[in-house]
């Protein structure tokens, strides 16, 4: 460089007018352009260093980020769009709607949908399921109704209780139920069992309910004379 040649030529410019005392300002330039000398050729040396190692590491320098070298190898997409693969089972396309045939089923729609419309969707009813009673389970729910009907005579009440419960396929228990209890009871349970049964028809219960109950107790009437010896007159 330009620069180190002239710092050369200077000194020895001032060694060759031989041997001389130096002014203490003239020593401390020539000091000062000593040192910056040295560390020019300290930085020309360690940047030749590093662009050698780079070189052995790194081995050839990779193409430029513009250079057709480097996208010749890219296997991202160059238009922006996908790589044709068929779609919709082979179907797909632009301006395909799919396979001939194919079916697809209505989609519920989703609250966290942006596009979802509240109104849209119109009212919402809730409405209770309420299961179907176990056999067991309605001997247990239906004799207090009858109970307490001996006590207060209110077919209405046990009408509306009954309403609340899932009788299901068992509504034929009811009736079978209501006159066994009766004939444990007193003459006037048997009465109010009569009157009960009588509302209970077309509400509660239906014709063939009523039918199938008397027809089981015909056929378990000698378990009942065990227990009401009298079964068989009333």
């Not at 309605?138 to 209780?161: A, C, R």
């Amino acid at each position: 460089p330009a620069g180190a040649e002239e710092e050369d030529g200077d000194e020895e410019l001032l060694e060759a007018g031989g041997p001389r005392t130096w002014t203490p300002q003239e020593k401390l330039l020539h000091e000062a352009r000593l040192k910056a000398k040295a560390k020019r050729r300290l930085r020309r040396t360690s940047s030749r260093d590093s662009t050698r190692e780079s070189l052995s590491e790194g081995g050839e320098p990779g193409p430029e980020p513009g250079s057709p070298k480097g996208r010749a190898h890219d296997r991202r997409s160059r238009m922006g769009k996908g790589r044709g693969l068929p779609k919709k089972g082979g179907a797909g396309g632009k301006g395909v709607w799919g396979a001939p045939g194919v079916v697809y089923g209505y989609q519920e729609p989703d609250a966290r949908d942006p596009n979802y419309d509240e109104a849209a969707q119109g009212d919402t009813v809730y409405a209770t399921v309420v299961p179907e009673l176990e056999e067991g389970e309605l001997e247990k729910n239906v004799q207090p109704m009858v109970m307490e009907y001996f006590e207060h005579g209110d077919t209405s009440e046990v009408m509306e209780l009954l309403r609340g419960l899932n009788l299901g396929s068992r509504r034929h228990a009811v009736p079978s139920l209501a006159v066994a209890l009766a004939l444990e009871g007193k003459a006037s349970h048997r009465e109010l069992t009569s009157r009960l049964l009588s509302d209970l028809v077309g509400h509660v219960v239906t014709p063939e309910d009523i039918a199938w109950a008397f027809d089981k107790m015909l056929r378990d009437l000698p378990d009942l004379i065990l227990d009401t010896p009298e079964a068989p007159q009333v």
